[in-house]
């Protein structure tokens, strides 16, 4: 009999794949992966531009209720930050949209939430950005959401120093909008998360949901 898995890929415009002109981002070559080898799933890619910590938090039940029904295997991949660290201001002044402890908490909110919806949870972390006094303030970010991750037992990926040295990421993103890669820098970027995606759909695929 054929395991219903469905996974839903939670985030930002990173998670939607914005630059991609394959579509795929990251999410989408994951999912690929997984199906090349004989492990059908359906993936539901909830990525919003602009989104920050504090939309994710407000809107994924509503979202991932209806694609997480009971009786499946399920599981979430959660991805923001880049967003909770742009300056909210003129000319990239003022504060960061979201507070860095605003941050570490609402995806501490989703850890202690996701248990209803979903066995199994993975966090990406945020990637670099072509502005190196943001990227200081992502790292920070990373690091705090790497300590909540391990608070909560849950796998986290850290993708930021790797892709803040890759020369395809770097290129990629400084000649599209600053932000987002092509096709290649999400490969690149799936390439650190397949090792964790691996695990987390196994996971996913022998256990189903909590009750």
Request: aromatic share 6%; charged share 20%.
């Amino acid at each position: 009999m054929t395991v219903d898995v469905r996974v839903c890929f939670l985030g930002d415009s990173f998670v939607a794949g914005v630059g991609d002109p394959q579509h795929l981002g990251w999410a989408g070559r994951l999912a690929a992966h997984s199906h090349t080898r004989g492990q059908a799933l359906t993936g539901y890619n909830l990525g919003v531009r602009r989104d920050t910590s504090t939309d994710v938090l407000a809107r994924w039940r509503a979202e991932c209720a209806p694609r997480l029904p009971a009786g499946c295997h399920t599981g979430i991949v959660l991805s923001f930050g880049v967003n909770d660290t742009t300056l909210d201001g003129p000319a990239g002044q003022g504060a960061p949209r979201v507070a860095p402890d605003v941050s570490a908490a609402n995806l501490a909110d989703l850890l202690q939430q996701f248990p209803t919806a979903a066995r199994s949870v993975l966090v990406v972390g945020p990637p670099p950005v072509d502005d190196e006094e943001q990227n200081e303030r992502i790292a920070d970010l990373d690091a705090a959401f790497g300590a909540v991750c391990a608070l909560h037992d849950t796998p986290y990926v850290s993708v930021l120093p790797a892709l803040r040295v890759d020369e395809v990421w770097r290129r990629q993103v400084r000649e599209g909008d600053g932000a987002h890669p092509g096709a290649e820098g999400y490969q690149a970027l799936t390439a650190l998360v397949l090792p964790a995606w691996q695990t987390f759909s196994a996971d996913v695929r022998t256990h189903p949901s909590r009750p």
